[in-house]
């Protein structure tokens, strides 16, 4: 019997297990895709917001507010690419000057520091903005992150430290037993003592397995342009409007690997996995960015993507014990702002609800930390040449637009959560990122990783189990 089964490995689902792994527990993270952190914690704008907008008193504000201030040292723990730029929330009429100083408000209620700046402070700090600003909210607090490392990284962290992970493999039934609950999956059964909901976008589905309940959990997509890294100095903050009730508005920001992203939309969608995109909402997209940013160089968009919102009716994060069963928590619904608040959720779930019905005892020897990866990229010339010199494969190029060796493709295989498929490779690494898109690369991934599996070429799939790229071979018997 287990003591803890964790339904979901976005980022709620990860940092929750990391967590649970610091306690003599023994804990099984389920996942229904190839992947961790492969649905809505993959597809969102990165964004460590400060704060300043949530409701006062509300989940997302609570969360919101801690989760910013563990960032720093969660990513530094975590080796996750984390950058405090700060946010402008701008201001482009008159009329809007009133809702600035609301929103300053509101950032002091939420313990939230800012500064409002004129338009000359504003231009100053940005030049790149329309003429027609007129102020600004300034938010310091505000980062940038990695969410793909972000998630891997807090799954990697937790294996090391015990918990176990199952790939491809769906929950599709709970049952509540006398005591604990019987988990029934798409490979088996199990039995543990506590389930942790963590399904993102269905988490109303698996939360109505063990009751009846009064919300729902709908889909509201959003949807991105990216830019490549040529756009150098376009801004240097996250940019964002003002908010309105369909969130935060379309920003403009750089990535923490020196792109810029431009998004998100906001419209309702029936289809919770549909993550297409179409033109009449990009164009929207585009022109509503470029009121703030004319100048974004949209010749050098390399990708569009979307991601969904998991949005609850309850309009809050969906976080507490089952209504009449203690032992089955919620921790999904978690839409905008839940990359920044997952830390904060993760430490509440645990260390305020599991302990309520099972005993924590700490593991002596727990490390919160990943052993760093080689960062290439950051090295200058010397130290590169020094480390291609002990190991040649990190002189051996494989990704050319990112510049991704075959030495640190070598090193996520090697890992604790390794990259299964193309995507996931690629989300580790950065390679198949880049102007090519792996245009280039993608052939020499899919026969690293066919080497490193020791499988056929045509085994290989780009994301999801049955989505291999090579289906036979057009010459002579295939490898
Ligand atoms: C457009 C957009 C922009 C956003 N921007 C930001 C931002 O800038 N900053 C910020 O803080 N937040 C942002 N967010 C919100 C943030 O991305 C989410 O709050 C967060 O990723 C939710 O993580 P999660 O782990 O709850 O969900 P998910 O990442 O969706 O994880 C849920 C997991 O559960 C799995 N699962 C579901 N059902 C089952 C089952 N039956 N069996 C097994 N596994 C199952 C899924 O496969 C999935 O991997 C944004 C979101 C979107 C869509």
């Not at 940005?126 to 990284?153: D, M, R, Y």
């Not at 919620?330 to 645990?350: H, K, R, T």
């Amino acid at each position: 019997m287990f003591d803890v089964i964790v339904v979901g490995a976005g980022c709620v689902g990860s940092l929750i297990a990391r967590k649970l792994s610091s306690y003599q527990l023994n804990v099984l993270v389920i996942e229904k895709e190839n992947d961790v952190g492969n649905a809505t914690s993959m597809a969102n704008s990165a964004i460590v917001h400060s704060g300043y907008d949530p409701v006062p008193g509300t989940l997302k504000a609570k969360f919101n507010v801690l989760g910013n201030k563990m960032y720093p040292e969660l990513c530094r723990d975590l080796d996750v690419h984390f950058e405090q730029i700060g946010s402008l929330t701008v201001a482009l009429y008159d009329e809007q000057l009133p809702m600035l100083s609301d929103l300053a408000k509101r950032s002091k209620e939420n313990g939230v520091d800012v500064k409002l700046l004129t338009r000359d402070e504003v231009l100053k700090l940005e030049p790149n903005l329309s003429s027609e600003v007129k102020g600004a909210l300034l938010a310091p607090s505000a980062g940038i992150v990695n969410p793909f490392t972000l998630v891997v990284h807090a799954m990697e962290n937790a294996v090391d430290q015990g918990v176990e992970l199952h790939l491809n493999e769906e929950v599709k039934d709970i049952k509540g037993l006398k005591e604990g609950f019987e988990v029934i999956t798409s490979r088996g059964t199990y039995q543990t003592k506590v389930v942790i909901n963590c399904a993102g976008i269905y988490g109303d589905k698996i939360h109505s397995l063990i009751e009846p309940i009064s919300y729902s959990i709908k889909a509201r997509k959003g949807q991105y342009f990216v830019l490549d890294h040529y756009a150098k100095g376009l801004v240097n903050h996250v940019i964002f409007p003002l908010p309105s009730e369909k969130g935060k508005g379309i920003l403009v920001s750089p990535t923490t690997s020196g792109n810029y992203i431009v998004g998100p939309s906001s419209e309702w969608c029936d289809d919770k996995d549909s993550v297409s995109c179409d033109k009449p909402t990009l164009d929207n997209v585009r022109a509503q960015a470029q009121a703030m940013v004319p100048s974004i160089p949209f010749n050098q968009v390399i990708r569009i993507f979307a991601g969904n919102r998991p949005t609850p009716s309850t309009h809050d994060f969906v976080i507490g014990p089952a209504k009449d069963n203690p032992a089955f928590i919620n921790a999904s619904g978690i839409e905008s702002p839940g990359l920044v608040s997952s830390p904060a959720i993760a430490e509440y779930v645990v260390d305020e609800l599991v302990s309520k019905v099972l005993t924590l005892v700490k593991k002596e020897n727990w490390s919160g930390k990943v052993s760093p990866r080689a960062h290439l990229s950051e090295m200058n010339e010397a130290q590169r040449d020094e480390f291609i010199k002990k190991n040649p494969s990190y002189g051996r190029i494989i990704c050319n637009c990112e510049k991704v060796s075959l030495g640190e493709i070598l090193d996520e295989l090697s890992r604790s959560v390794p990259p299964h498929s193309v995507k996931a490779l690629k989300k580790r690494t950065r390679a198949g990122f880049g102007k090519c898109q792996g245009g280039f690369c993608q052939p020499l991934v899919i026969q690293i990783l066919a080497e490193h599996y020791g499988v056929k070429l045509s085994e290989i799939n780009y994301d999801k189990l049955g989505s291999e790229i090579c289906k036979y071979s057009t010459k002579g018997e295939e490898k």
